[in-house]
């Protein structure tokens, strides 16, 4: 009997720390990041897992989600500020793209439709492309979303999308036989734009108002440049970059998320990289009892 007694009173303690945390404070893993036209800054960290809202340099949760799979945002991978400044999130637990009401909390907006939520894309009419890793697909949706979303295109492991001012979709793969960037026009015809595979193991992409692109690519611990005739250059590359994986426009800059440093940097056109919000990183004899994360 005593035995008993002490098994409940200890799981009694348990559920009393448990809720008795603390709110997160520290990044954890942050993956993916996006930008307000008013400065407002999100990060998506899969390992909160949840969102964060970066404004004036402070970094608060702005959604917490649960560690229980199948529940919103347990796996978030993927943001985007859509045509009425609402924020987007792909989330692979719930096969999901959910938009954030004024309350701050998210809706679905599809059926579980979307595998793995890899990118988000949002035309000025609220259209929103979704790159599916999972499935190989580009999905296509109204703003109001829907329960089964159009298929836009087959593409083999699609990770980052952007669009241009003419409404063609331009999408970054890791390892599509047809080339690592291909231009997506608006009646869904596939033209590839970068035919061979000069990066590593890129991962989002965004595409500037003069044509000009950018790419990062965490195993070359790198930022890459493509210019309009499709030539790729490094364009930041090394310390104090270690692995950058999100990638959004703000302003002139680009801000970048490297989720092994917990780190969000900004990237001036002059290649000044500055940081935006960060936590510490794990101490080395602390990080080599921990197993290590894989790449998202």
């Known amino acids: 009997m005593r035995f008993f007694f002490c098994l409940i ?21 942050p993956l993916a990041v996006t930008a307000t036209a008013d400065g407002i800054v999100y990060v998506a960290d899969r390992n909160l897992p949840g969102i964060w809202k970066v404004e004036n340099g402070q970094k608060s949760v702005f959604f917490q989600g649960s560690k ?24 692979s637990s719930t ?11 998210p809706q679905p907006l599809t059926k579980g439709w979307i595998g793995i939520p890899m990118s988000l894309a949002v035309a000025p009419d609220g259209t929103i492309y979704t790159a599916d890793l999972e499935l190989h697909r580009i ?17 083999n ?12 979709l331009w999408v970054l793969s890791t390892s599509s036989k047809d080339g690592q960037i291909q231009k997506v026009a608006p009646d869904g015809k ?5 035919k061979d595979h000069p990066f590593n193991l890129p991962h989002n ?6 044509g000009t692109m950018f790419v990062t690519d965490n195993y070359e611990h790198a ?6 005739d499709g030539k790729s250059e490094k364009f930041v590359s090394g310390a104090p970059l270690d692995r950058p994986v999100g990638l959004c426009r703000s302003g002139a800059n680009l801000l970048i998320a490297d989720p092994h440093i917990r780190t969000i940097f900004s990237l001036a056109p002059d290649k000044t990289l500055t940081i935006l919000a960060s936590s510490p990183v794990t101490p080395p004899a602390a990080a080599a009892a921990v197993p290590p994360k894989t790449n998202p």
């Open 9 to 29: 009173l200890a799981a009694s303690s348990v559920s009393v720390a448990q809720e008795a945390a603390p709110a997160a404070t520290e990044f954890n893993y």
């Open 68 to 91: 229980k799979f199948r529940t919103p945002l347990n796996a978030v991978r993927c943001l985007a500020i859509d045509h009425q400044g609402k924020l987007l999130a792909g989330d």
């Open 95 to 105: 096969r999901e793209v959910f938009r954030f009401d004024d309350a701050g909390q």
């Open 139 to 155: 999905w296509k949706m109204p703003a109001e979303g829907a329960a089964m979303p159009t298929e836009f295109a087959v593409i």
């Open 157 to 168: 492991s699609p990770r980052g999308l952007t669009l241009d001012t003419e409404g063609n």
């Open 190 to 194: 596939i033209e590839p734009f970068i």
């Open 205 to 210: 992409i965004v595409r500037l108002d003069d």
């Open 223 to 228: 930022v890459w440049k493509i210019t309009t």
